[in-house]
């Protein structure tokens, strides 16, 4: 049977793999990278870095891959698993499974996957997340949030419409719009505060009611 430390070892050559590949992607030294890691709080020298990248290192701590994910800008699933540039990821010592469902497990967003699942899309909710019940709970009131901000803002854009229509049937299609979507915005309020009310109940800490709704600006 093959070792468990092995398997380590080819996580952290994948890892390394992946630095490498993020850093030249963002045009970045090794010093660079280094200098940024101990501005973040962790200081990793320039050897280390490089020792990593070309496979020379037996693990990687979880300190170091946070770093490292911060450094570059990227999730920190995508140091662990090469979603995009590799089909599959050894999730455990022999285990290969797609590359994105392993990310997806990390995160709490699907379950353990098999080999198989590449084209398998499993919906987690809360009721069937099992262990990922507080993940799949804050990310589900985050979509409750951004739901109720968009309608709030569409609510406000169609109230604008009335006043500026310039026929009554114009201002009154307008006016119901409003009033649609000032309901799908209270629907989507009150399914937040039931699971801030739910997560309460089941002893976690309920998720912070969502004032703002920001759109990074990233490349096309």
Not at 29 to 39: D, G, N, P
Not at 42 to 70: C, F, M, W, Y
Not at 195 to 204: E, K, N, P, Q, V
Request: hydrophobic share 45%; with cysteine; glycine share 8%.
């Amino acid at each position: 049977m093959e070792r468990g430390n092995d398997w380590s070892v080819r996580v952290a050559a994948g890892i390394g793999a992946r630095v490498a590949y993020h850093r030249k992607r963002a045009a970045m030294t090794a010093s660079a990278l280094s200098a940024r890691c101990a501005e973040l709080g962790l200081p990793l020298d320039r050897n280390v870095i490089a020792k990593l990248e070309n496979g020379h290192r037996q693990s990687v701590t979880v300190d170091e891959t946070l770093v490292l994910a911060a450094a570059l800008d990227v999730p920190p699933a995508l140091l662990l698993f090469a979603v995009g540039t590799e089909e599959t990821a050894e999730i455990l010592p022999g285990h290969h499974v797609p590359a994105f469902r392993a990310a997806q497990w990390a995160s709490g967003e699907g379950p353990f996957p098999s080999p198989d699942a590449a084209d398998l899309l499993t919906l987690i909710t809360p009721p069937n997340s099992g262990g990922a019940r507080p993940l799949a709970l804050y990310r589900a009131h985050d979509r409750a949030a951004e739901e109720e901000l968009r309608a709030m803002a569409r609510a406000t854009d169609m109230g604008k419409r009335a006043l500026d229509a310039t026929t009554e049937a114009e201002r009154e299609a307008f006016t119901v719009a409003a009033d649609a979507q000032g309901q799908v915005a209270d629907a989507a309020r009150e399914a937040g505060e039931h699971m801030r009310a739910d997560a309460t109940a089941r002893g976690l800490l309920p998720p912070v009611p969502i004032a703002r709704l920001v759109i990074p600006q990233g490349d096309a």
